[in-house]
């Protein structure tokens, strides 16, 4: 009898719980996150610095080939899974006006991505590596637990978006229910071991490595984009069509592309060529793409150019233009003879996984994570983070390209290899400079997180339009 | 409800099948790829070798692929499907901060420069980045009876005690052994006695002279740079070589001698066991006759006979072919 009056009084109350709760659950991704970037690129520097002076940091546990992998898969898998799953469901709920599926799975998701970055981890320092097969290094057992946890993610955002109080799913939301649905085949794919030996699995790590890439970050990080633009601009996003178009092209393209990084490889000539013709068609999606975001941007982007979460994204989508048409132009046959197996791949890698990936999840970060928590960074720490990460990676990347190439050019004039050992040497050095700054700009971003989340807020203004309101959907 | 079905179902059935056919289909296919002629598995202890590589990630930095391209001529011939029956898990690696390692035991068959390399890579090339991998070593005041002690230079040597292999070293280097390019059917020309002038390797490319012209066609730095690519890793690039475990070639009375031919001969079989001065250099060098042209190997001696003090009698092509011609 009294149960229905109170659960007309309860609605407010439950609404304000619901929005607590997705509050705290982004804000424990974003902080889980944010330990994996310091602890990854931590490593990444010492290994930077390994370069130059090699007989630093002696030991099996410090050694260059272990902490490598360790720097790549936290990199992945702690960093920046952690946080796009985390953007994820926060875009998903509020996008679909509902609340999430089940906060209980989101948090159970996030203890076993933490588990499996931890075990993967303290496995590859122990020297337990599944092989050197590139991003797939853990142990069977602990990609299984990352297994879990995508499949917890993908029912919980199934499920959130099922429950939507909109008519239309909107497009965020495409791309990050397709990418961890579509991450978890790649998952079972590159775990199973009875059909990979020899040349067999040479074929499942082209098809793997760049699947776990281009079918999981990207997807992700594109979905923060779609959603994360409107809401900044106060604008619905250029073109929903044409956001649709380059999802199923995307798609259909990608999951081709792999044997790419096997061009000259004793894989059949067939898969190589196959591999190089969709690395071309990948242009499609990627122009489409990022015609849609800066069409989206522009005549904004002047009267908002102080919104440092507009900055981060805008730097996120030249970073997806630049380093995915970069990446079509490394698939020709005449460039690979230069570049393959030079710093210059390190270079690309780092082009797309920070200047698109990692600048995608700040700028999303920065623009969502003060709306929920009602809490600002401060304006200078907003500054030197961008900063320094921006002319940071600038170093980094141009060094390699360049240093990749003339590393290429010494092995094609036939000189001694030793030469494009030494002739690396001082771009290995503007590497450190660069990586020093990139490391050091997130320090600064750490500290922002904490303000935006359990510490004092910070002073930055508000980035969001003055109009309230759920402009994305 | 239905569009969620479409997008997440559809998309997921079309990755469901695009994954088949080109992960899953090409794996299970080149899986069973069969072995070329000459591919033996691993031993035991090679396999053990080959775990510490991995667990060490070695293949971070080393390729073991050689591509049909001019530029890997020198890692050796083209790998083949063929090559990898045997590689579970696949080791062909991304990037080559360090050289391919596909024929490394060709290229490099001597235990003791191996030991030292990995003991600290600086003590036989200085100018490299790779790590030293002193702790698959353990320092004991004396070698156990059948274990030869690892004949560091002094400078990388502990103040006391000598350095021995670990039972992961010894598997290491086992590994690093193995890996030896068996001669593809097709290839037999190419490996065997002559070394067609057509198929030279990439470096002898840029020799204008040809065979005919060695000594006058001599190019001072393309000759220290053969040097440096084949011979400097043990005989060092100053010529003396590392005290009594690879002999020195500065001052040496064969690279001295008017007579060249046993010079010749030396670069072109190799040499195992050879008494320099007075001591035994047990370690061996391996033979260059299929890896450099006559002109190349003319050149080097040449480079050879001209440093560092020597002057012995200059070389040509048509010697060294002369040399080849009679056989080991």
Known sequence: MSRTLSTTTQQPQQKEKDARALVAMLAAYSASATFWLLFATGVGTLLAFKLGAPDFGGGAWLTFGRLRPIHTNATFYGWASIALVGLALYVAARSSRTPLFSVKLAWIGLVLFNLAAVAGTVALDLGYNDGNLEYREWPWPIRLIFLAALIVTAWNLVGTVARRTTGDIYLSNWYTVGGVLWTCIIAVVAVLPWYQHGLGQVSVSGFYMHNAVGMWFTPLALGIFYYALPKLLSRPIYSYALGVFAFWTNLVFYPIIGAHHFLFSPLPWWLQTTAIVFSVAMLVPVLGGSANFLLTMGGRVRTRAHSYPLRFIFVGVIGYLVGSTQGTFEAFRSLQEVWHFTNFTVGHSHLTMYGFVTFAIWGGIYALLPLASGKEPGQLGLALHFWMALVGSFIYVIALSIGGTLQGLDWIHGLPFIQSVVDMQSYYVWRGVGGALMFLSHIVFAWNVWRMTYGRAGDAPSQMPSLPGEVAT | ?328
């Open chain 2, 1 to 328: 409800m239905n569009k969620l079905v479409l997008i997440a179902g559809g998309s997921t059935l079309v990755y469901a099948v695009l994954a088949i056919v080109m992960g899953v289909l090409p794996g299970i296919e080149l899986s069973n790829t069969a072995a070329g002629p000459g591919v033996e598995p691993l031993t035991p202890l090679q396999a053990e070798g080959r775990d510490v590589y991995v667990a060490n990630g070695c293949s971070y930095c080393h390729t073991q692929q050689v591509r049909p391209l001019a530029q890997d001529k020198i890692f050796g011939r083209p790998s083949a499907p063929g090559d990898f029956a045997h590689q579970t898990p696949e080791l062909l690696g991304s990037q080559r901060t360090g050289p391919d390692l596909t024929n490394i035991g060709v290229r490099q068959p001597s235990e003791t420069w191996q030991y030292i390399h990995l003991y600290n890579p600086r003590a036989v090339v200085p100018q490299s980045v790779m790590p030293a991998f002193d702790w698959l070593f353990e320092v004991v005041d004396q070698a156990p009876p059948g274990v030869t002690a690892v004949a560091l230079p002094k400078a990388y040597a502990p103040t006391r005690g000598v350095v021995v292999p670990t039972r992961e070293a010894e598997a290491l280097l086992s590994y690093l052994l193995s890996l030896k390019q068996p001669a593809l059917p097709d290839d037999a020309n190419r490996n065997g006695a002559a070394t067609p002038a057509t198929d030279a390797p990439v470096a002898s490319v840029a020799s204008a002279g040809g065979a005919t012209s060695a000594v006058d066609g001599y190019d001072p730095a393309r000759a220290q740079s053969l040097f440096i690519a084949n011979c400097a890793a043990c005989h060092q690039a100053g010529g003396e070589g590392l005290p009594g475990v690879f002999p020195p070639l500065k001052g040496n009375p064969v690279v001295n001698d008017a007579d060249a031919s046993v010079h010749i001969r030396t670069v072109l079989h190799g040499l195992q066991g050879t008494n320099v001065s007075g001591i035994v250099y047990a370690s061996p060098m391996p033979p260059f006759a299929s890896v450099l042209a006559d002109a190349d190997i003319a050149t080097i001696i040449n480079f050879e006979r001209t440093s560092w003090g020597n002057h012995g009698a200059l070389v040509t092509a048509a010697q060294v072919a002369a040399e080849r011609a009679k056989g080991k």
